[in-house]
């Protein structure tokens, strides 16, 4: 069995995920990479995570497949030779259109609860389940679930309705766990990132550079995904170790009450 402590990140191909899989494999955690197919992306971002000195594996991985979630914890197990100490949620899909409130379809609707909250809810459930089950101790200091989800999980964004009620969704559930799993030595954390420059966020650029410059966010700029990666980190190694559901947020003063 490996004495390093295995993270597994969801949706680690690129932007956000990414950025998390190779901080970790810096803070001394072997990663496993998904997404929900296999790419040159994905298996470019493992390779960065070995660049770290880290193992790294790239798996697939259909997160609205809650069947699959008991088989891939074990498969990242096996392939590893460790235990899984940090999960951190980040997988997750936008609308299939910015538009008005009225006009959102169903299909849109029900493709954000599927993976954003139903699927992640069952992985934390698996998860939970399979650490209580096993029989050794932790490798990792602090094992722990972190979940990535959003500023709107709060704030609320009218042209992307269903995203910010799986996301608000989301961010219950995560506050559940991290009741449910805190006697047993498991911390559970939230992380809201604001606007983050990545690909997913890249259309709606001009948008809001515009309210950046006239005050939307305290520090008049975008975020980085390192800057959210470095947040996943400290909590990781055990940052945070008396903090039972709380929201972290890296939104550069977002959702500070202005006036």
């Known amino acids: 069995m490996s004495a390093r ?30 997404d929900v197919t ?16 880290a ?3 790239a798996m697939t991985s259909d997160l609205a497949d809650i069947d699959s979630h008991a088989q891939l914890l074990r498969d990242v197990e096996a392939k ?23 006009d959102v379809t169903p299909e849109s609707f029900d493709r954000c ?36 989800t959003s500023s709107n999980a709060v704030a609320a964004s009218p042209l992307r309705s269903e995203y910010c009620v799986s996301k608000a969704g989301l961010s219950m559930a995560n506050t559940l766990f991290s ?8 911390s559970v954390y939230e992380v809201q990132p604001g606007l983050i420059e990545t690909e997913m966020t ?6 809001y550079d515009a309210q950046i410059d006239q005050g939307l966010t305290a520090i008049k700029r975008w975020g980085t995904p390192q800057e959210v990666a470095t947040t996943v980190r400290t ?16 939104d550069g003063g977002l959702l500070v009450t202005k006036y």
């Open 38 to 53: 296999l790419s040159d992306e994905l298996t470019q971002a493992a390779s960065e995570v070995e660049s770290t000195g």
């Open 5 to 34: 402590p295995i993270a597994l990140v969801t949706g680690s191909r690129r932007g956000i995920g990414r950025a998390i899989a190779v901080e970790l494999g810096r803070a001394g955690f072997d990663v496993a990479l998904t």
């Open 202 to 207: 890249a259309p709606s650029r001009s948008r």
């Open 113 to 148: 609860i599927a993976v954003n909250t139903r699927g992640t809810f069952f992985l934390m459930q698996t998860y939970a389940r399979h650490c209580l089950a096993r029989q050794r101790a932790a490798v990792a200091a602090h094992p722990c679930v972190i979940t990535i």
């Open 55 to 57: 193992r790294a594996i």
């Open 179 to 186: 009741l449910r799993l805190a006697q047993h030595g498991i």
């Open 80 to 102: 590893l030779e460790g235990q899984i100490d940090c999960l951190v949620n980040n997988a997750g899909v936008s609308v299939m259109s910015r538009g008005d409130l009225l």
């Open 235 to 250: 909590l990781a190694t055990g940052g945070l170790p008396y903090s039972v559901g709380q929201a972290i947020r890296v």
